[in-house]
């Protein structure tokens, strides 16, 4: 499913917002910071650059992502169930019992997911022994993972960063949700990443900053990172996090996993579609 | 009043308390102070406050050269990432250096509720007691966790600490109750089988038991809140009165409870022993109750096992 205009990926990102706001809205509570910061960055891949067919979902050669910030598995669920790989009324499930939704990504229990993330700062080098394997194989796949900036302080981040680059894997596309935020405080506060674009350059990447919420931004560094021979690019994406409904961005130093009111849950909902999808 | 706190609330409160009046105590997080209770004490204590970001083998090792250093620090995060995933910098930086650490892990097992699989530690127990040297403590309740944190600040060497975040069932009496590190707690006495638990199954084997005397059968309780090093006397004691137990809790049978109570009793006093826990599987999201339930954790559960475990002993 390929869209080809910027205002109809602006239309996408809201509907996929409103699919996970609902599912979370539904439950009460969930990861919505980190869901909603990270949508834009995946809509714009899954409509218009990640290779897979979505009626077989584990199709050899495809491309993959890595959410290796597994806790806004809601974000890409709405995605998985646009796309029809799962049933959209199944996104009420989320988090129930026995459920194919659970707050962290994981590739056994729902389909179209590629790897099983949670444990913050193993999904990127994941993501690196895929595409490993894509160059071993000779297969063609592009490989994408995305990562938080909270999760940018574990170390494993960086040995996967250094091995990344030392095999020049330029089949790899790694975006940072640079929401500024982890849970207890902001990044500056807890362990400032900057300056976080020449990190990543003197670690071997490719790197480049965008507006997060911008899909023509991204999507134009996304063929730009394609288009890089040799290394890994890295795509910073300046977010907020609870971006899309007004009074969860109020609270973007706060809304990592919210409790979300019945009341809170129909404004959220109406606010989205005022603009409509 | 004590009871209306939560666990993170007791522990956090009462570091804070201790570190007015002994200066070596530092705390130590990685970006879940604010889920573990502890995000308040860096506003009275920003320089013995601190907060690594979400880097726990980090964490682990600078804890270690702090207490090489002289300090007693306190580092706490969810139960699997203060465990296996840091596993050898427990066992070298701390354990093998011998540096006096507390690792606070919290949210044990099913209590990871809608954090899922992922973060439902059922290994925890196992892979911190085949390291030697270090102690293992689970409370139950807020009285329990009250009295002994001042032991464990004064225990000169590395402990984990499993810890339920919020409100358990409340089962020790203020008034009462006195608590001693490393000296398991005889609840309920009896003749016919020993419910050995811990954590949040101490109050559900209480409730099995109450369920076993209206079938006629006369159980004892014992609290194993020291896991390691076990309370070999108590636990054999016990079981040379009952000829039979079952080991409860909220962990796998293997390597848990059930494995350091099977090691002491098939070398010391061996009897029929059978294990309620998570048999060998990863656990999935949801809540506590439907958790126990699916992986057979429940009072049910301890009852069938108290009846199989006495029907051996006839055999
Ligand atoms: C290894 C590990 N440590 C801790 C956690 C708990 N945790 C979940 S999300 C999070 C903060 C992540 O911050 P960030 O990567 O910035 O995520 P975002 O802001 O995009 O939600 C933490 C500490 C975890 N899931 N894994
Ligand atoms: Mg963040």
């Known amino acids: 499913m390929t869209i080809d205009t910027y205002a109809a990926l602006e239309k996408k990102c809201r509907e996929v917002r409103y699919l996970t706001f609902d599912a979370i809205g539904t439950l009460g509570v969930g990861h919505l910071g980190g869901s909603f910061s990270a949508v834009d960055a995946l809509v714009v891949l899954?409509?218009?650059?990640?290779?897979?067919?979505?009626?077989?979902?584990?199709?050899?050669?495809?491309?993959r992502f890595v959410l290796s910030k597994g806790h806004a598995g809601p974000a890409l669920y709405a995605i998985l169930a646009d796309h029809g790989i799962i049933d959209k009324s199944e996104l009420s499930t989320l988090n129930r019992h026995e459920t194919r939704l659970p707050s962290h990504a994981d590739m056994n229990r729902t389909p179209g997911i590629d790897m099983t993330t949670g444990s913050l700062g193993q999904g990127l080098s994941c993501a690196v022994g895929i595409a490993v394997g894509s160059k071993i194989k000779k297969d063609g796949a592009r490989v994408y993972c995305m990562i938080g900036d909270g999760e940018s302080n574990e170390g494993q981040i960086w040995e996967a960063a250094m091995y990344a680059a030392h095999m020049h894997l330029d089949n790899l596309i790694v975006f940072t949700d640079y929401n500024k935020m982890q849970v207890d405080g902001q990044t500056k506060d807890i362990l400032g990443l900057e300056p976080i674009c020449d990190k990543w350059i003197s670690f071997g990447w490719n790197a480049e900053r965008v507006d997060g919420h911008d899909v023509k931004a991204i999507d134009e560094a996304i063929d730009r990172a394609k288009a890089i021979k040799g290394k890994p690019c890295m795509i910073i994406l300046d977010t907020l996090k609870g971006k899309g409904i007004s009074f969860i961005e109020e609270i973007w130093q706060n809304n990592h996993n919210v409790n979300v009111t019945p009341v809170q849950h129909e404004a959220g909902l109406a606010e989205l579609a005022k603009e409509g999808f | 009043?004590?009871?209306?706190?939560?666990?993170?609330?007791?522990?956090?409160?009462?570091?804070?308390?201790?570190?007015?009046?002994?200066?070596?105590?530092?705390?130590?997080?990685?970006?879940?102070?604010?889920?573990?209770?502890?995000?308040?004490?860096?506003?009275?204590?920003?320089?013995?406050?601190?907060?690594?970001?979400?880097?726990?083998?980090?964490?682990?090792?600078?804890?270690?050269?702090?207490?090489?250093?002289?300090?007693?620090?306190?580092?706490?995060?969810?139960?699997?990432?203060?465990?296996?995933?840091?596993?050898?910098?427990?066992?070298?930086?701390?354990?093998?250096?011998?540096?006096?650490?507390?690792?606070?892990?919290?949210?044990?097992?099913?209590?990871?509720?809608?954090?899922?699989?992922?973060?439902?530690?059922?290994?925890?127990?196992?892979?911190?007691?085949?390291?030697?040297?270090?102690?293992?403590?689970?409370?139950?309740?807020?009285?329990?966790?009250?009295?002994?944190?001042?032991?464990?600040?004064?225990?000169?060497?590395?402990?984990?600490?499993?810890?339920?975040?919020?409100?358990?069932?409340?089962?020790?009496?203020?008034?009462?109750?006195?608590?001693?590190?490393?000296?398991?707690?005889?609840?309920?006495?009896?003749?016919?089988?020993?419910?050995?638990?811990?954590?949040?199954?101490?109050?559900?084997?209480?409730?099995?038991?109450?369920?076993?005397?209206?079938?006629?059968?006369?159980?004892?309780?014992?609290?194993?809140?020291?896991?390691?090093?076990?309370?070999?006397?108590?636990?054999?004691?016990?079981?040379?009165?009952?000829?039979?137990?079952?080991?409860?809790?909220?962990?796998?049978?293997?390597?848990?409870?059930?494995?350091?109570?099977?090691?002491?009793?098939?070398?010391?006093?061996?009897?029929?022993?059978?294990?309620?826990?998570?048999?060998?599987?990863?656990?999935?999201?949801?809540?506590?109750?439907?958790?126990?339930?699916?992986?057979?954790?429940?009072?049910?559960?301890?009852?069938?096992?108290?009846?199989?475990?006495?029907?051996?002993?006839r055999k």
Not at chain 2, 87 to 111: F, H, L, R
Not at chain 2, 187 to 193: F, S
């Open chain 2, 1 to 313: 009043m004590l009871l209306d706190l939560e666990m993170r609330q007791v522990y956090a409160s009462e570091l804070l308390r201790m570190m007015e009046i002994d200066e070596s105590i530092i705390v130590i997080d990685a970006d879940l102070a604010r889920a573990n209770g502890t995000l308040g004490i860096r506003d009275r204590f920003p320089d013995r406050a601190l907060d690594v970001g979400v880097a726990e083998a980090n964490m682990a090792s600078i804890a270690a050269g702090l207490a090489s250093y002289g300090f007693k620090p306190f580092i706490s995060t969810f139960c699997p990432f203060a465990t296996r995933r840091i596993c050898d910098q427990i066992t070298i930086s701390i354990a093998y250096a011998k540096q006096n650490v507390k690792i606070v892990g919290t949210e044990p097992g099913v209590a990871a509720e809608f954090n899922g699989g992922t973060h439902m530690s059922i290994e925890d127990v196992g892979v911190v007691r085949s390291i030697p040297g270090i102690v293992i403590f689970e409370p139950v309740d807020q009285v329990q966790l009250l009295q002994a944190m001042p032991q464990i600040a004064a225990y000169d060497g590395p402990m984990y600490i499993r810890l339920f975040r919020k409100k358990p069932t409340h089962v020790f009496d203020e008034a009462t109750y006195r608590f001693e590190l490393f000296k398991a707690d005889l609840l309920q006495e009896g003749t016919d089988v020993t419910l050995f638990a811990t954590g949040i199954h101490v109050s559900i084997a209480l409730e099995a038991a109450e369920l076993l005397k209206e079938k006629g059968v006369s159980a004892e309780v014992v609290n194993v809140h020291t896991i390691k090093p076990i309370d070999k006397d108590t636990v054999i004691r016990s079981v040379q009165k009952t000829g039979c137990a079952v080991t409860c809790e909220n962990h796998n049978i293997y390597g848990g409870l059930g494995s350091a109570v099977a090691e002491v009793l098939s070398e010391h006093h061996p009897v029929p022993i059978k294990y309620v826990g998570v048999d060998d599987s990863f656990l999935i999201v949801g809540k506590i109750p439907p958790l126990l339930e699916k992986f057979h954790m429940t009072k049910n559960d301890i009852v069938d096992k108290a009846l199989e475990s006495i029907e051996m002993k």
């Open chain 1, 46 to 63: 899954y409509y218009r650059h990640l290779r897979f067919d979505p009626k077989q979902p584990k199709m050899e050669g495809r491309d």
